[in-house]
């Protein structure tokens, strides 16, 4: 009786372990899902920006292994996949959404147009 109270009881401990565990596809939804909200995407976008965050993720996955092995390798080709996607991101945007989007990127606010004052 006890050997099946502590196996229950070990199950129920390691359950919310393996339900954090997402696969590829969700977490290109979930990514997807919030660039879509952040910049108001028309359905047709979200499909593309899933595509890309499903791509990315699944190359991610390919070079997971070398997270252990050859650290040095592992960021770099992180971040080639980052910025490749990244530009696939932008070529999912109108023209108005990128602009946005790039002063985001490089930090610039939208500047108020001054007012000429005549007097």
Request: proline share 0%; net charge neutral; glycine share 0%.
């Given at each position: 009786m006890k050997k099946v109270l502590l196996f229950v009881f070990a199950v129920l401990l390691t359950f919310p372990l393996l339900a954090q565990e997402?696969?590829?596809?969700?977490?290109?939804r979930i990514?997807?899902?919030?660039?879509?909200?952040?910049?108001?995407?028309?359905a047709r976008q979200r499909d593309n920006v899933y595509a890309v965050y499903?791509?990315?993720?699944?190359?991610?996955?390919?070079?997971?292994?070398?997270?252990?092995?050859?650290?040095?390798?592992?960021?770099?080709?992180?971040?080639?996949?980052?910025?490749?996607?990244?530009?696939?991101?932008i070529l999912s945007l109108d023209k108005y959404q990128r602009r946005d989007y790039e002063k985001a990127k490089s930090g610039k606010k939208k500047r108020k147009k001054r007012r000429r004052r005549r007097g």
């Open positions: 997402r696969s590829t596809a969700e977490k290109a990514k997807a899902d919030r660039f879509a909200k952040d910049w108001q995407l028309e499903l791509n990315q993720e699944q190359k991610l996955a390919e070079i997971a292994h070398l997270e252990t092995t050859d650290k040095e390798t592992f960021r770099t080709q992180r971040k080639a996949i980052r910025a490749e996607a990244e530009e696939k991101l």
